[in-house]
């Protein structure tokens, strides 16, 4: 099992910046996929998760209407896409899957693989 996250940057404050989570090594429909990001000196944080089984999507409050999880299962990736950035959101970004998403919005149930994580800068 691979995953590999990409599409970080520096973004400024108000703009929109688009994360990839390429996956190899097992069947999507069978798993979950979630975001999570970890700023400097805090805990890592879940921020989103899809369902591969039935394609729901759960966020955590501080990014809801505001990032929105996908995914291309022709290309095996699982997109975020984030808008309207803050600097609360400068973070390194990380996926991982796991058998479903969790009872906290954003999370999954349990982690089983985690990718390399991206990271996010946001200036103001």
């Known amino acids: 099992v691979q995953l590999q996250a990409s599409g970080g940057g520096l973004v400024q404050a108000g703009g929109s910046l688009r994360l990839s989570c390429a996956h190899s090594?097992?069947?999507?429909?069978?798993?979950?996929i979630g975001w999570f990001r970890q700023a400097p000196g805090k805990e890592r944080e879940g921020v989103s998760c899809i369902s591969g089984i039935n394609g729901l999507t759960y966020y955590r409050d501080s990014v809801k209407g505001r990032f929105t999880i996908s995914k291309d299962n022709v290309k095996n990736t699982v997109l975020l896409q984030m808008n309207s950035v803050n600097s609360d959101n400068t973070a390194k970004y990380y996926c991982?899957?796991?058998?479903?998403?969790?009872?906290?919005?954003?999370?999954?149930?349990?982690?089983?693989?985690w990718g390399k994580g991206t990271l996010v800068t946001v200036s103001s």
């Open positions: 090594g097992f069947t999507f429909d069978d798993y979950s």
């Open positions: 991982a899957t796991g058998p479903s998403c969790g009872s906290i919005p954003g999370t999954l149930y349990v982690a089983h693989y």
